[in-house]
């Protein structure tokens, strides 16, 4: 069982930056798809970012240019790179992982290991 544990949530200003990390253990990191998701109160877990296991990468449109989603194989951890942070990208972020049932994973069902969560608030 594929364990994910997010770190790095917190208050910041607007303009500000921030990272996440997601530790994943007891399962093969390097081939599965991780993703990143956000949920503010009253919305839908909407996607953010994703990392293929050959490192590509894709973005919603609402955090292109702005977050950087990146991992390192050796250490089972995914990264979530947020500058420019705005009030609206205050969310629970969650980290997720494909375990190599789909091609490109895009929505929540697509994923099979989801951590617990970590807070972003940023203020105007």
């Known amino acids: 069982q594929v364990q994910l544990v997010e770190s790095g949530g917190g208050l910041v200003q607007a303009g500000g930056s921030l990272r996440l990390s997601c530790v994943a253990s007891?399962?093969?990191?390097?081939?599965?798809?991780m993703g990143w998701f956000r949920q503010a109160p009253g919305n839908e877990r909407s996607f953010v970012a994703r990392?293929?296991?050959?490192?590509?990468?894709y973005y919603a449109d609402s955090v292109k240019g702005r977050f950087t989603i990146s991992r390192d194989n050796a250490k089972n951890t995914v990264y979530l790179q947020m500058n420019s942070l705005k009030p609206e990208d205050t969310a629970v972020y969650y980290c997720?992982?494909?375990?190599?049932?789909?091609?490109?994973?895009?929505?929540?069902?697509?994923?099979?290991?989801w951590g617990q969560g970590t807070q972003v608030t940023v203020s105007s």
């Open positions: 997720a992982a494909d375990s190599g049932r789909w091609t490109v994973p895009h929505y929540t069902y697509q994923y099979d290991y």
């Open positions: 007891g399962g093969t990191f390097s081939r599965y798809t």
């Open positions: 990392i293929l296991w050959n490192d590509a990468t």
